[in-house]
């Protein structure tokens, strides 16, 4: 009989990079995270020894938590946020099976330094059109859902990073940038290691729209209107990030899910009088 409180390592990953996604714990021991020190999508390290200390952080939300194989620690984390009146459940198979599924991991040394209050902190431009919201999307969808983003003057970005120990992306001469032709949101999926075909679907359109070579590929021409849309109707850059999420969600959507699909209007018959 299926668990109840198991979710199998496909059904999470049609999740994972949703804005519904649930949160993933890891409560690895170090010893195995050390042997393999990749995580899970937008997934955050806990000590299942400290699990009745944690557990609030986590009221009101839907977790799967995961250990090596699936057994003793994560169930037993699981039950305990479960006593807490929390959503949660154990990865079937644990690490393992999804490393085994070749499901996507990012690798963890690529991840800053959190603050005290286990955030990423990053900084670039003010005025974000396409990069800079490319970018802070696939951080809040894979990397760290809880990631800082300030926004300032671009003279200003090199010392805001220093004074505030946050990290600089989309500026020259920094290593979260351009390189060649590619945009930063390639050089963030390949330093993470979240190639995808719907990531790589995804930067070819971020890259076409951002670097004006519209004929890369057909969508880039009304992704660039949209995005530009969106910087013409927010003052403040943290509400457009806030809308822009929508448009990278949706196109990620389509680049997963419904690249096959075609509408048409009107259909057959449609000219005849009924």
Known sequence: MPSTTAITVSQLSRLVGLPGAPAIVDVRVDEDFDADPRLLPASGRRDFRTVSTWAPDFTGKSVVVVCQKGRKLSQGVTAWLRHEGIAAETLEGGFEAWRDAKALLVHSGKIPSRDEKGRTIWVTR??????????????RRFVDPHAVFLFVDAAEVPDVADRFQAVPFDIDNVFWSHRGERCTFDTMIEAFGLESDALDRLALIVRAADTARLDLVPQAAGFLA????????????????????????AFFRWCRDATEETHNWPGAGADKPS
């Open 126 to 139: 003010t005025r974000p059109k396409i990069d800079r919201i490319a970018c802070p999307w696939l951080i």
């Open 226 to 249: 949209a995005s530009l849309g969106l910087s013409r109707m927010f003052r403040n850059d943290l509400e457009q990030l806030e809308a822009g999420m929508l448009l990278y969600d």
